[in-house]
Structures are given as C-alpha cells and as structure tokens.
C-alpha cells in the first residue's frame, strides 16, 4: 500500500510491470508448444488421428487463452501508466500556481512594499487564481469527456449560428469587439452532433486565437466542404504561430509550449486536449498549420457534415 513519502504516482508506476507478465506468458506459451509438437509426433506414430485432432484444437484453445491474457495484462499496466503520469501532471500543474501565490503571500508579509509593488503582487495573484479556477473546471471536463453531451439527443447543428456565438462568447471574455476581431467567410454546413460538443470545440479554439493572436488580435473564421460529406472549419490567427517540432504536441495533455517563467499567456495545457478527444468522438480530425501570408496558425477541424439546403 502507498505509505506517506511513497508518492500515489510512484506506487502505481511500481505495482506493476511489464517483465513478470510477459515472462510468464512467453514461457507457458513455449511450453505449450512444445507439448502440443510432442502430442502430435506421438499420435502421429501411433496413427490416432482422433485424438491427434482434438489434442491440437486444446492446446491451439489453450495458446489463444495465454495470448489473450497477455494482450489484457499489458493493456492493463499501460492504463496504470498512464493514470501515473496524469496523477504527476495534475500534481504538478496544482502545485506551481499554489506555490507562486504562497511566496507572493510571504513577501508580502515580511516587506514592506510600496503601494504600486503591492498592486503588482495582487495581480500576479489573481493571475494564477484565474489559472488555478480554469485548471479545476478543464479538469473536471476532462473527468466527464465519455459523457459529455450524454444528457441530451445529437440534433442537426447549424455551424454558422454556433460559430458566431461561440466568437461573441470569446470577445465577451477577452473584453473586445466582435466587429474588430472576426471575419467569417461561412459557407452553409450542417453537423449532427450534441450541441455542447460543438460549442466546446470551438469555444476552445476561437478563445485561443484570441489569447494567442498579437496585441490587436484578427481572426478568420471559414467553412467549407470536401468530398463524402466532409465539413472543414478553419480559423486563422495573427499569433506568433507554432513551432514546427510542437505542432503534434501542443495536443499531448498538459502540453504548454514555452518556459514556464517566460510564457506571455497563462493556460493549463488541457484545452487543446479536450478538443482533440471530442473531435475524435465526432470521427473528425483536428490538425495546425501556419498561414503562408503572414504570422499566426490555422486550426484546421473536419468533421462528418453536409451543405445546409
């Protein structure tokens, strides 16, 4: 059992491996084959073709079992992999904004401080309270992604009316207009999906071309089709862009592309995660490239569709 200086990661990491179950597996396998070669070279010579039949369908029985359980055991400790790496993530993500107001709080305690030093200590803060609050709630979206949108039917989704609420939301939470920041160039597209879902896709990417666009922040919202009923939404920033050895990252969990102590934008490495398992739910695909025309990222997402008569 996990004991106090045992980390809960470490003691899921440890409980169990992939050497013992494989080692085992490996050598009843070789064992089995061996006794079915030995079954049948001595039913062979003794012409039972009866029981050479039904010999070699058990032992074939038998080596389909210990391959199925060898498949489930590894499946089984890659889960518990993973659950330690995300305890480590989750741990480490609570811990750095925490940590950042506890020394701030100190400071505070122990100086005195100007009246303009102390106004900087309380929005560096608030900062991180807002990032630990967002934590929490992407979190907790993370927790229910299987069931997300379960409480209600998928229905026939307009994307140009969803699209324009979703952008009116995101000016609404960076504090600028609408008219200033989008331009849509939306051809009529209808989805089938849950509403929520949608609405969390693309609130997520509109909020982030926002977040991360330049200081007068421009985006371009398109719809467009493709062949066998595909639907293709692209937005396009006027950010910095993306690295090109980050562009399959910045999906991973808790990915956050820079250094923690010189990153412009507080973020929790988990939106573009969502968006990526919920696109997937929706058999789409979601994939980041630059604009060619100048600075900034194209967030490119396909999904099953058809033209809205």
Request: proline residues 3%.
């Amino acid at each position: 059992m996990p004991t106090g200086n045992r980390p809960l990661a470490d003691y899921i990491r440890k409980r169990r491996t992939l050497h013992w179950p494989i080692t085992l597996s490996a050598a009843l396998m070789v064992l089995n084959v061996t006794l079915m070669v030995c079954w049948i070279v001595l039913f062979a010579q003794l012409n039972s073709l009866g029981a050479l039949t039904i010999g070699t369908i058990a032992f074939a029985l038998v080596l389909i079992g210990l391959s199925f359980y060898l498949f489930l055991t590894i499946k089984e400790i890659q889960l518990n992999r993973r659950q330690a790496n995300f305890v480590d993530s989750v741990t480490h993500e609570l811990k750095t904004p925490l940590a950042s107001i506890r020394l701030y709080l100190e400071t505070l305690q122990l100086r005195e401080l100007d009246e303009e030093r102390r106004s900087e200590f309380y929005e560096v803060m608030q900062l991180q309270l807002v990032r630990l609050d967002t934590l929490i709630s992407h979190l907790l979206e993370i927790g229910r992604l299987d069931a997300i949108g379960h409480d209600s039917e998928a229905e026939d989704i307009e994307l140009e009316p969803l699209l324009r609420r979703c952008a009116q939301a995101a000016c609404d939470r960076h504090k600028c207009q609408h008219e200033d920041v989008f331009e849509f160039d939306l051809q009529k597209a209808t989805i089938h999906a849950r509403p929520i879902v949608l609405e969390m896709i693309f609130g997520n990417l509109l909020d982030n071309a926002i977040k991360y666009g330049s200081r007068q922040p421009e985006v371009q919202v398109t719809v467009s089709t493709r062949s066998r009923g595909r639907i293709v939404t692209r937005i396009a920033d006027n950010g910095e862009g993306v690295a090109p050895e980050l562009k399959k990252k910045i999906f991973r969990i808790f990915f956050r592309g820079g250094e923690e102590l010189t990153r412009q934008q507080t973020g929790t490495g988990l939106g573009l995660y969502i968006v990526r398992t919920l696109v997937h739910t929706l058999k789409g695909r979601i994939r980041v490239q630059d604009r060619g025309d100048q600075p900034g990222s194209i967030f490119e997402v396909e999904l099953p569709g058809r033209v809205a008569a």
